[in-house]
């Protein structure tokens, strides 16, 4: 908040932005190369964009080393979508051993703060929330960004309480299993059937 405060004419403008970045596929690589590389991946980011980026106001690595979270002030006529791009430019491969690179992908959350807010730690614990929210979007969809707005959070969330019932409906056997018969057209007999699974729940009926 204190920093958001201190820039009070870019934010009016609309140019302050959180991000939220991670590598995909961190369990492959983990089992494919040494589990060092993600953490010298994302330490390799964070040190060339702060190096040559001044629009990279303050960043922190989570205690995994896994993931940036960063505050930055979008340059004029900048969009997210150039920024994602110079990010996997800056360290889209990374040295392993000796002799061998690899090439590694990113996905990021992007979070515009918004122009007309007072920002404090109640606020911004929702605004870390919504960057969350958009860097499942984006490791679900395997995209290399994705921009918060209100839409998304509504499809994940129901997405989250669909998971949360289905869960129940296993444990207390609100699954039913259906015959739908096959016919033979030339004897008018029934000879099998199709076995479909229909979802009795309390909260969305059918």
């Known amino acids: 908040p204190r920093l958001i405060a201190q820039r009070r004419n870019e934010q009016m403008r609309g140019r302050l932005w959180l991000m939220l970045l991670t590598l995909q596929h961190v369990s492959l690589i983990k089992d494919s190369h040494d589990r060092a590389v993600p953490i010298q991946a994302i330490l390799k ?22 993931r940036i979270y960063a505050f930055f ?3 004029e006529g900048s969009t997210p979508q150039q920024a994602a791009e110079l ?5 889209g491969s990374i040295e392993v051993g000796v ?5 590694l992908d990113y996905s990021i959350g992007f ?3 918004e122009p007309d807010a007072r920002v404090d730690n109640k606020k911004m614990e929702q605004y870390l929330g919504c960057l969350q929210t958009a860097l499942d979007e984006a490791l679900r969809a395997a995209k290399p960004y ?3 707005d209100e ?13 949360m019932l289905m869960e129940k409906a296993l444990q207390q056997d609100e699954f039913q299993v259906w015959l739908q018969p096959k016919y033979n057209i030339d004897t008018q007999e029934i000879v099998g059937a199709e076995a479909l699974v229909r979802w009795q729940s309390p909260e969305l009926g059918l």
């Open 45 to 66: 980011v964070r040190n060339r964009v702060r190096a040559h980026h001044s629009w990279m106001v303050e960043d922190a690595v989570n205690s995994e080393l896994t």
């Open 73 to 75: 002030v979008m340059p």
């Open 87 to 91: 990010i996997q430019r800056e360290a």
């Open 99 to 103: 002799s061998f690179t690899t090439n």
């Open 111 to 113: 979070f515009q703060i």
């Open 146 to 148: 994705v921009i918060y």
């Open 151 to 163: 839409r998304m959070k509504a499809v994940l969330d129901h997405h989250h309480k669909m998971e």
